[in-house]
């Protein structure tokens, strides 16, 4: 079992930036990728930023550019630090973790809100 607590959402001014936090609990050794995910209002849930075991990230191109995700050493903390926000960024941002067994678990989703 993994848990993952999310924190650093919330209310931003257009170009603004925000910087999403996620740790890991649990059975940490086995994570293989973390990352984060978004959902908008009446939208399906899609990736923004994934990052492997060797450092190797991936990222949606709406988010290129403006998105950097990043984990600490230990490996149980992964970072999104998102600038020149967009209202298009608003939603609910989930933090992920994939396993070696390839179970997914979820974060509670934090609002990401950009509005003037």
């Known amino acids: 079992q993994v848990q993952l607590v999310e924190s650093g959402g919330g209310l931003v001014q257009p170009g603004g930036s925000l910087r999403l936090s996620c740790v890991a609990s649990?059975?940490?050794?086995?994570?293989?990728?973390m990352g984060w995910y978004r959902q908008a209002p009446g939208k399906e849930r899609e990736l923004v930023a994934r990052?492997?075991?060797?450092?190797?990230?991936n990222y949606a191109d709406s988010v290129k550019g403006r998105f950097n995700i990043s984990k600490n050493k230990v490996g149980n903390t992964v970072y999104l630090q998102m600038s020149d926000l967009e209202p298009e960024d608003t939603a609910v941002y989930y933090c992920?973790?994939?396993?070696?067994?390839?179970?997914?678990?979820w974060g509670q989703g934090t609002q990401v809100t950009v509005s003037s």
């Open positions: 649990g059975s940490r050794v086995s994570i293989y990728a």
């Open positions: 990052i492997i075991p060797n450092g190797t990230p």
């Open positions: 992920n973790a994939v396993v070696h067994t390839g179970t997914n678990y």
